[in-house]
């Protein structure tokens, strides 16, 4: 089945310490998100990618950033996590105003 | 700007009652609108959506909703509601771009 596949679910690293979430599908779909969503909050949009073209939100810290190598693959990259960066992160896909798919998440405890 | 609201973050049924959870949007365009549901630990999944056409859109587990545009209104209902309804229910509207605007989210109870 076509499919939004987020690796690892669950992710814990060190205060500070690097850290890298991917996301890939097999929809095809030229647009890729990152959202972070916080206990019992909506997600909140990162940054999304039309294709390569990359386009930051306003309020998406520095600490984050984003790389999409091809199509099918893409990553969210948080240089030096801080205790407020434990979440969800939320990989999503659509093709271009339509329907966005989502995929089932990674949690992420910074110790 | 475009915005939703979700009135009751909270909502709290018995089993086999029926389901209504309310969703109101600002847009100033025809909007493109959605309904996701959130099981705990999981992603979002698309209940259904409203684009043109119809305005009483069904979509899956029994839920249907109904475009008002006079009411800036798209309210989620289900006759009757399984326990295994108990989730997280957000609404989202899309307005001439690539991103969603979602509500703050509804948390729906089933009661025995």
């Known amino acids: 089945d076509a499919m939004v596949i987020q690796n690892p679910r669950y992710q814990v690293t060190q205060f500070g310490k690097p850290v890298t979430l991917s996301c890939s599908q097999t929809?095809?779909?030229?647009?890729m998100y990152w959202y972070q969503q916080k206990s019992s909050q909506a997600p909140k949009l990162l940054f999304h990618y039309y294709d390569k073209d990359f386009n930051n939100e306003a309020d998406t810290p520095d600490n984050f950033q984003s790389r999409r190598p091809n199509t099918s693959f893409c990553f969210l990259d948080i240089r030096s996590p801080g205790l407020g960066d434990a979440a969800m992160y939320l990989c999503?896909?659509?093709?271009?105003?339509?329907?966005?798919?989502f995929g089932p998440g990674t949690r992420l405890l910074v110790l | 700007a475009q915005s939703v609201t979700q009135l009751g973050s909270h909502v709290s049924v018995s089993e086999g009652a029926l389901v209504l959870l309310r969703c109101n949007y600002s847009?100033?365009?025809?909007?493109?609108l959605f309904w996701y549901v959130q099981y705990p630990n999981q992603g979002l999944q698309l209940l259904l959506k409203y684009t043109t056409g119809a305005t009483l859109v069904k979509g899956i587990n029994g839920f249907e909703a109904e475009f008002k545009k006079s009411e800036t209104s798209f309210h989620l209902t289900k006759p009757s509601a399984h326990m295994s309804d108990a989730a997280e229910y957000f609404c989202?509207?899309?307005?001439?771009?690539?991103?969603?605007?979602f509500g703050t989210g509804t948390r729906l109870q089933v009661f025995p």
């Open positions: 929809l095809n779909h030229n647009v």
């Open positions: 989202a509207v899309s307005v001439d771009t690539d991103k969603l605007i």
């Open positions: 847009s100033s365009v025809p909007p493109y």
């Open positions: 999503a896909t659509s093709g271009s105003r339509e329907t966005q798919y």
